[in-house]
């Protein structure tokens, strides 16, 4: 519960500092990002499994580059039930935003994560 309770507030944070990069990608406050953040996780676990076992040979084909595609619909549908307190102004802005979270989530996990379970 811990675990998850810090990469709700971890992807929260990394949620802020994607909005700070692109125009087209809002989010009204902390509480919006907290909030995004939750659903986001909430959705990665119920509909994504499901998208990705859908799609399951275009991302063989893709190599795996079809993941930041899914990524991206789940961000939409995450904007579509935030209402106003969390806007992206269309799939393209999506798109770009998945590729940028998921490279933010990685240095954070090869960063500080990792380090942090070596020194315990």
């Known amino acids: ?23 087209s990608f809002h989010l009204s406050g902390i509480w919006a990002a907290i909030g995004a953040s939750f659903i986001l996780s909430i959705l990665n676990v119920l509909v994504k499994p499901f998208l990705i076992l859908l799609t399951l040979p275009v991302t063989v084909l893709t190599l795996g580059l079809f993941l930041f595609v899914i990524n991206a619909a789940t961000l939409m549908i995450t904007e579509g039930l935030m209402g106003d307190a969390f806007n992206i102004d ?19 996990q090869k960063g500080i994560v990792e380090p942090m379970k070596k020194d315990k």
Do not use: Y
């Open 90 to 108: 269309g799939f393209g802005t999506a798109l770009l935003a998945a590729v940028f979270i998921a490279i933010l989530n990685v240095m954070i």
């Open 1 to 23: 519960m811990k675990r998850w309770i810090v990469s709700i507030l971890v992807n929260a944070l990394i949620l802020i500092v994607v909005a700070g990069f692109f125009d």
